[in-house]
């Protein structure tokens, strides 16, 4: 990490990454909760940087058992 918006950036991609593979949230309030206006800009960075979608993120890294593993309030 360079630059303090690198650093940023990575963060907002980990939170991402969390929210997909531990949640039923929306690509929408994901978005909203890293810090994105809209849901198409965490697409377009999480594309550019990840080399997938977050759909698809979501599909290979979210356990079945998620809601017995994970608790969010």
């Known amino acids: 990490i360079k630059h303090p ?3 940023i950036e990575a ?3 980990k939170q991402a990454k969390e929210y997909l593979a531990c949640t039923d949230l929306t690509a929408t309030e ?6 994105f ?8 960075r999480f594309k550019k940087l990840e ?7 979501r599909q290979a890294h979210r356990p079945k058992n ?3 593993i ?3 309030e």
């Open 5 to 7: 918006d690198d650093f």
């Open 11 to 13: 963060y907002r991609m």
């Open 30 to 35: 994901i978005a909203r909760r890293c810090g």
């Open 37 to 44: 206006k809209y849901q198409e800009a965490l697409s377009y």
């Open 51 to 57: 080399k997938t979608s977050p759909t698809n993120y």
């Open 66 to 68: 998620f809601r017995e």
């Open 70 to 72: 994970y608790r969010w």
